[in-house]
């Protein structure tokens, strides 16, 4: 599998996988500071919840082995904070450090160490997550998934792509529907492509072909991943899965959310005071820098949407299967 985030202990560098670049180019940047790895967050070179949080605590280690004082490093999560408002994991990752901030003695050292052990935890749970998950797909399944939740969004197998991929070397996958994801086409690019690595039979559709294809019973169980999650069990997740939920209700079909339980909002009962955010007009009138339509046009471009938890057959946790998200939280 390519790594999206390649963390150079030697030099103290964070190289990162442009994701911008694929499918056809296999390109990294070079990150040396916590602003720079903001500023890649906020400029799409990478995404998913699960590695936004790994890259910004890498960024917050390549300060501290800077040598960065308190002052600097709450700037630094103040930037990180302010480069996606939506997905909660980074966040929490950014509450676990700032609460060291608030120590005596030698923070760098635990900071290290935190960072170090998040990390560490983030590389085994994928693994669990897939074999959980696995379970609820049915034999010689038609599984449809949306945006992208595999290897380029966590520094794993990935939540959704990873409980397919187990799925499908138990020999009970067999085709997988991705939707291509407008605008930023994450399921054209990113997803497809790492189904050509894993080498899962595949179909792209246009977003607005699923509902369909649901009617025609084309289509046996629908598994995506997660942004947030609140505690009344509401999901943000990438714009469009409202829709995937709406019409997977409608025509009978289990709809599963897999997640670290790191991306539950243990603060938050409801996404009432959440941003949900919005994103410029030119990712919606361009695709590749050609423009579709007058460059001038208004537009709405929310990057999520909240599904909520009465459309959700289950939560896919590295601690199991949940109908109700708190027992995740009390396992």
């Known amino acids: 599998m390519v790594r999206p985030l390649i963390y150079d202990e030697e030099k103290n560098v964070l190289r990162i996988l442009d994701q911008r670049r694929l499918p056809f180019e296999e390109v990294y940047i070079e990150t040396r500071d916590g602003f ?11 995404r998913g919840a699960p590695l936004i949080a790994v ?12 040598g960065a004082d308190r002052e600097r490093l709450r700037k630094v999560i103040s930037a990180l904070r302010r480069s996606r408002p939506t997905a909660v994991n980074l966040f929490n990752v950014l509450e676990m450090i700032e609460n060291v901030l608030h120590e005596t003695g030698d923070i760098e050292r635990t ?41 380029l969004a966590t520094i794993g197998i990935g939540t959704a792509i990873g409980v397919i991929y187990r ?21 054209a690019r990113l997803t497809v492509y790492e189904m050509r690595k894993l080498g899962i039979p595949h179909r792209l559709i246009t977003d607005n072909t699923a509902p369909f294809l649901m009617e025609l019973k084309r289509v046996d169980v ?20 409202l829709s995937l939920a709406l019409a997977a209700k409608e025509f009978g079909i289990p709809f ?48 999520f949407d909240i599904t909520p938890a009465k459309f959700i057959t289950g939560y896919i946790t590295e601690k199991g299967v949940f109908r109700d998200i708190k027992e995740a939280m009390e396992e």
């Open 36 to 46: 720079q790895v903001a500023d890649a967050i906020r400029d799409m070179v990478l």
């Open 222 to 241: 629908v598994i995506v991943g997660a942004d947030r999650v609140v505690l009344n069990g509401d999901v943000a997740n990438k714009i469009g899965t």
């Open 167 to 187: 799925a499908f070397q138990k020999g009970k996958v067999k085709e997988v529907i991705v939707p291509e994801t407008r605008p930023y086409l994450q399921g």
């Open 55 to 66: 890259a910004g605590a890498y960024a917050i280690l390549m300060e501290v082995r800077r």
């Open 256 to 303: 599963y959310v897999a997640l670290p339980t790191s991306t539950i909002d243990p603060h938050s009962e409801t996404f009432d005071g959440i941003k949900i955010e919005e994103r410029g007009s030119e990712e919606v009138i361009f695709v590749r820098g050609n423009p579709i339509t007058y460059p001038d046009t208004p537009t709405y471009h929310y990057a």
């Open 111 to 151: 900071i290290e160490e935190k960072v170090l052990q998040f990390v560490e935890m983030e590389r085994k749970l994928y693994e669990r997550i897939g074999e959980y998950g696995s379970e609820v797909v049915p034999q010689n399944a038609t599984v449809m998934t949306y945006c992208n939740t595999g290897f």
